[in-house]
């Protein structure tokens, strides 16, 4: 039993350690940007030796991979809000929500963004166990759009690519406003629109 508690013990020390090194990494990213994360200053950071680090983490693309889990885990708790409850009840309502909160998400952090949506660092892949948590949230999006008519890969395209689009147009040209947040109502509205013309126009051909 005490050994039991001493391996637990240790493990949680490396845990704890481990979270802390992830938690300086997102400092650092977000003081000098996404590929400006130096080992030297994590080292510094948390009080050791930047070769200590590698005693953590196996390299640096570890690292941002347990930030690209963490910010996946931070996002689907943010999905939660729109839950399939929500979308049972009222879907397009829980879209237009899902989009706001998205947008929020993403122009609230931009080196989360990066990480998270656009292929910032070179090399860079995500686990595995990781990605799983990002497949999650794009088949909880893909739930959501299908209780609105949308069943086609294609339309599922334009509506990443107008959501990161949005996200994209806040961080870069209103950091910390809302101009385009204020749009994503409106967006959804029009992707819609196009949902709904398009399915009676394929009801009048058939």
């Not at 599922?156 to 994503?184: E, V």
Request: charged share 25%.
């Amino acid at each position: 039993m005490s050994g039991k508690s001493n391996i637990d013990r240790k493990t949680a020390r490396r845990q704890a350690t481990q979270a802390e090194i992830v938690a300086a990494s997102w400092d650092l990213v977000r003081e000098h940007g996404l590929a400006g994360l130096a080992m030297r200053d994590l080292g510094e950071r948390v009080g050791m030796r930047a070769q200590s680090i590698y005693s953590y983490f196996a390299s640096k693309h570890e690292i941002y991979d347990a930030m690209f889990l963490e910010g996946y885990q931070a996002f689907a708790d943010v999905l939660g809000t729109s839950s399939g409850v929500q979308i049972e009840g009222d879907p397009v309502a829980a879209a237009k929500e899902t989009a706001k909160h998205f947008v929020q998400f993403c122009s609230s952090d931009p080196a989360r963004y990066q990480l998270l949506f656009q292929r910032t660092i070179p090399g860079f892949e995500p686990s595995p166990e990781s990605y799983a948590v990002a497949i999650e949230v794009y088949e909880y999006t893909r739930e959501l759009l299908a209780a609105v008519g949308v069943h086609d890969e294609a339309t599922l395209d334009l509506w990443t690519a107008t959501m990161t689009g949005l996200a994209d147009q806040q961080i870069s040209n209103d950091p910390g406003g809302d101009r385009w947040l204020r749009l994503t109502d409106r967006a959804v509205e029009m992707l819609l629109t196009d949902v709904q013309t398009q399915t009676t126009e394929k009801a009048i051909k058939a």
